[in-house]
């Protein structure tokens, strides 16, 4: 079981620890990167804590693109811990961002990247939420295409 919450300053290292877990060492953030999107977005990062541990075993990072009518939400990042995977925290993680989004920053759409190879995800974003998606071919510098997505809120 995790509780989700806002996330502060003093989750980083946790969160970077958690982000080890999760990407390969190419797709990993540094710190303060993490720092930035927390100062600027702070209603937009969420963490999952182990309800029994206390320990940060999932996260997401969100952020609003565009001004005016092109104004949107982008999901920048979502991790889960492989020992905390399949239990709904990536589904309630990304309910915490997405509701954000639509309430404190009134966007009407939420994007974002995936990489195609990435079947769970894909599955997370298409069966689970309710994404459609396009393809971006040779979207990342490894030349793998990905999913762009888009859905309502």
């Not at 952020?63 to 399949?86: F, N, W």
């Not at 709904?88 to 509701?99: E, R, S, T, V």
């Not at 894909?122 to 762009?148: M, P, Q, S, W």
Request: aromatic residues 14%.
């Amino acid at each position: 079981m995790a509780d989700i919450r806002q996330a502060i300053m003093f989750d980083i290292p946790a969160i970077q620890v958690c982000d080890l877990l999760c990407f390969p060492e190419e797709n990993r953030w540094d710190y303060h990167l993490f720092e930035e999107y927390i100062y600027f977005w702070p209603r937009l990062v969420y963490v999952a804590e182990d309800s029994g541990t206390g320990g940060i075993v999932g996260f997401v990072i969100a952020q609003k693109k565009g001004e005016g009518t092109e104004s949107h939400g982008y999901i920048a990042c979502l991790g889960v811990a492989p020992t905390h995977r399949k239990s709904g925290i990536a589904q309630k993680l990304m309910d915490a961002a997405q509701n954000a989004l639509a309430k404190e920053y009134g966007s009407e759409y939420v994007s974002l990247h995936v990489c195609r190879s990435n079947q769970a995800a894909v599955d997370l974003y298409t069966e689970k939420l309710g994404y459609t998606y396009e393809i971006a071919a040779n979207f990342y510098e490894n030349r793998e295409d990905a999913y762009v997505m888009q859905k309502q809120l």
